[in-house]
């Protein structure tokens, strides 16, 4: 510990003579032995809120320049870290890039700047915790934040949560604020990349998460993303109509898929996998969906549209033990009008919750859902232990409630182990004994998940879905985590570029 201070402090005082000005700290494993410490190999992108990595406190790194980050060598973000000026960062395949903890490294992509990181099976693109294997946690890092032009209903101009700031001397807009009047705005492309250990909280309730995205707009590509072990939402879109294929959410603290502010975009094939004993205080929920803080009726509203969505909640088994900030399957509240059709939902204390409780006008949740705007059909609620559906506008709870059970299958004794062999299975963080080991999320042999998905209802019959027979996330062959997506995160080194399996 003491010779890795001494070789850091080394390479700062090298760096402060030597080093170009403009912080990106080329190649820090000049200043050191390579292999000799954990800062060799690493380069250090300094951004704001940090001024460290210099020792001269000077300057701050923003990408506004087209940019490549390269699969050998490590990138540290520290601070926030800002793609400006219509700029993209492109990240090669197999490219770790850690985050620093103590001043909340993160990646923001600002309106009108584009991230291309695609990587592949073989080499997806690692983001990380900075902190040793065997050290990591929930919130070590900030995470990535997507900043775009689509529409928002609270604005053009939407300040994002999560305690960003701007460089000193620049435009806020510029850099911190999403939304805007272009649906089919672009912010690039992230494909086979994994998030992992993000989600650091700013203030209480005021978390950066997995993935943000404010305001994407469907020119956007999203596929093959793994959001692991946040420290709070997997993934949070804030407005915006960005559409999205193969999301992992493994071990979320809080929300594994959140909607807000008039989100319109489309998502299929989505898991999230929960641990029972990782839960937040402002409940954790499967879906929260809300279309905004105080549940007016700005407009565009909450109406996104997910289809073969596996939510595996906390809940095993009858009987388990699990946190108890645990809620809702789906809690869809404050006038949202999601819609969630062939997907799985196991395990929680409530099932679906059409929540009025804050709102403007009165009952317009339920009133989304009884309109038909909202489509809550052909799930499987499964392992649900205390309401299955919970409607908090009492005058229309009987009607909602019959058209969910005619629209859905409920069964409070099965659990998600009976579509699946062994998707109850978990890296170290999370398993031990007979729980550790390599989940397989494809479907058991002659499970009822292998059929029944239907394309037929208008919120699923465009070209964005594919429409497979199975529903859930998976089918009962093609196991598309398989290769990228990390299982035991926490035992991976590293440390070595490139090294991301
Ligand atoms: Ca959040
Ligand atoms: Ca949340
Ligand atoms: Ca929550």
């Not at 080394?10 to 800062?39: M, Q, R, Y």
């Not at 219509?86 to 993160?106: F, H, M, S, V, Y």
């Not at 998460?209 to 469907?218: E, I, K, R």
């Not at 594994?256 to 489309?266: A, E, P």
Request: hydrophobic share 40%.
């Amino acid at each position: 510990m003491k010779n890795q201070f001494i070789l850091l402090a080394l390479s700062v005082i090298l760096c402060s003579t030597s080093c170009k000005k403009n912080i990106i700290v080329e190649d820090a494993s000049i200043n050191a032995p390579s292999g000799s410490n954990a800062f060799g190999n690493v380069t250090v992108i300094s951004g704001i809120g940090d001024n460290t990595s210099t020792g001269t406190g000077a300057g701050v790194t923003e990408i506004n320049t087209n940019t490549t980050w390269t699969a050998d060598k490590i990138y540290l973000l520290k601070g926030f870290v800002f793609v400006s000026n219509n700029a993209t960062l492109t990240i090669e395949p197999g490219t770790i890039i850690k985050g620093d903890k103590a001043t909340k490294g993160t990646l923001i992509v600002t309106r009108g700047a584009k991230i291309n990181a695609v990587g592949t099976v073989e080499k997806p693109i690692v983001f990380t915790s900075a902190s040793a294997a065997g050290a990591r946690r929930e919130g070590d890092w900030g995470g990535v934040i997507l900043l775009g032009k689509a529409p928002v209903n609270t604005g053009t101009d939407v300040k994002i949560e999560g305690g960003l700031v701007q460089p000193t001397g620049k435009n806020d807009k510029d850099y911190i604020y999403y939304g805007g009047i272009d649906v089919a705005d672009n912010s690039g492309t992230m494909k086979y990349v994994r998030i992992e250990y993000g989600g650091i909280a700013f203030s209480v309730d005021n978390e950066i998460n997995g993935l943000t995205m404010g305001g994407v707009g469907n020119g956007t590509t999203l596929d093959y993303i793994q959001v692991y072990r946040s420290g709070d939402d997997a993934f949070e879109w804030f407005g915006g109509t960005v559409n999205a294929k193969h999301l992992l959410a493994i071990g979320t603290w809080d929300d594994d898929f959140d909607t807000d502010f008039g989100y319109s975009g489309n998502v299929q094939f989505a898991l999230a996998q929960r641990v029972a004993t990782v839960a937040d205080q402002s409940q954790s929920n499967g879906f929260e969906s809300d279309n905004n803080g105080t549940g007016t009726d700005q407009t565009p509203k909450t109406s996104a549209v997910f289809s073969n969505v596996t939510i595996l909640g906390p809940i095993k088994k009858a009987g388990d033990a699990f946190n108890a900030n645990f809620y809702h399957g789906a809690q869809i509240r404050r006038n949202s009008s999601i819609s969630i059709l062939n997907s799985i939902i196991s395990g929680f204390p409530i099932g679906i919750y059409i929540d009025d409780t804050k709102v403007v006008t009165a009952n317009s949740t339920s009133t989304n859902f009884t309109s038909g705007n909202m489509v809550i059909a052909n799930n499987l609620i499964y392992g649900t232990k205390n309401t299955e559906v919970l409607v908090s506008n009492t005058a229309a709870a009987a009607a909602i409630e019959a058209k969910l059970r005619a629209d859905n299958v409920f069964a409070k004794d099965l659990f998600g182990s009976s579509l699946y062999t062994n998707a109850y299975l978990y890296g170290s963080d999370f398993g031990s004994g007979a729980t550790l080991g390599t989940p397989n999320f494809v479907l058991s042999t002659n499970s009822v998940a292998a059929t029944g998905a239907a394309f037929t209802n208008p919120k699923v019959s465009g070209a964005f879905f594919t429409p497979v027979a199975y529903k859930g996330a998976f089918g009962p062959t093609d196991n598309w985590a398989a290769g990228w997506a990390a299982v035991d995160a926490q035992s991976l080194a590293y440390t070595t570029p490139g090294a991301v399996r």
